[in-house]
T-cell receptor, first 113, second 114 residues
Framework: ELKVEQNPLFLSMQEGKNYTIYCNYS?????LYWYRQDPGKSLESLFV?????AVKQEGRLMASLDTKARLSTLHITAAVHDLSATYFC?????????????FGAGTILRVKS | KAGVTQTPRYLIKTRGQQVTLSCSPI?????VSWYQQTPGQGLQFLFE???????NKGNFPGRFSGRQFSNSRSEMNVSTLELGDSALYLC?????????????FGPGTRLTVL
């Protein structure tokens, strides 16, 4: 059974600090997604990582994918309060057969000023 | 470009009833997926439709069903509702291609079963 594990599940950090969220998965996949969810809201797509070694950056967030280690990271640089949200990683296990995302449990991020 | 829309946004039903939720994908998107989000189980895949055919299915009982129409709009139906079906139901659409496949999520339908 595929498992997608995120850690930490809860992260409280000070503004201006750096931190990394880890996403480990247990099956072969070369397609990994990061989403953000604000309370009571839907999922907002942050990054799609499609190959080994892929690195994408948007603002203070940078995501990377190591398919050999089955690991993706979401790095937060100089956190600001607006980044407070829940972050999910998801692995697509359908690959060429369509879409079927398996999500991690989510990391609740609270940035304190 | 309009996003994914879902109707209704909120529903209250009682046990034993059935419910139909609707999803209109982004124009040009032919893949529509459904997910259930609960505090206990998190986000779980229900099924995916592409060109009116169910292409992938999750591990949910047969009470959960769906369909897709020729204009790519999709509906999901839950029959004989149980208390545990209370959840946020999210629909996602994508263009679906070999090199890029971002799934865009709608605002969700929050279903409460009493």
């Amino acid at each position: 059974e595929l498992k997608v594990e995120q850690n930490p599940l809860f992260l409280s950090m000070q503004e201006g600090k750096n931190y990394t969220i880890y996403c480990n998965y247990s099956t072969t996949s070369d397609r990994l997604y990061w989403y953000r969810q604000d309370p009571g809201k839907s999922l907002e797509s942050l990054f799609v990582l499609l190959s080994n070694g892929a690195v994408k950056q948007e603002g203070r967030l940078m995501a990377s994918l190591d398919t050999k280690a089955r690991l993706s990271t979401l790095h937060i640089t100089a956190a600001v309060h607006d980044l407070s949200a829940t972050y999910f990683c998801a692995v697509d296990i359908a690959r060429e057969y369509g879409n079927k995302l398996v999500f991690g449990a989510g990391t609740i991020l609270r940035v304190k000023s | 470009k309009a996003g994914v829309t879902q109707t209704p946004r909120y529903l209250i039903k009682t046990r034993g009833q059935q419910v139909t939720l609707s999803c209109s994908p982004i124009s040009g998107h032919r893949s529509v997926s459904w997910y259930q989000q609960t505090p206990g189980q998190g986000l779980q895949f229900l099924f995916e439709y592409f060109s009116e055919t169910q292409r992938n299915k999750g591990n949910f009982p047969g009470r959960f069903s769906g369909r897709q129409f020729s204009n790519s709009r999709s509906e999901m139906n839950v029959s004989t509702l149980e208390l545990g079906d209370s959840a946020l139901y999210l629909c996602a659409s994508s263009f679906w291609g070999p090199s890029t496949d971002t799934q865009y999520f709608g605002p969700g339908t929050r279903l409460t079963v009493l």
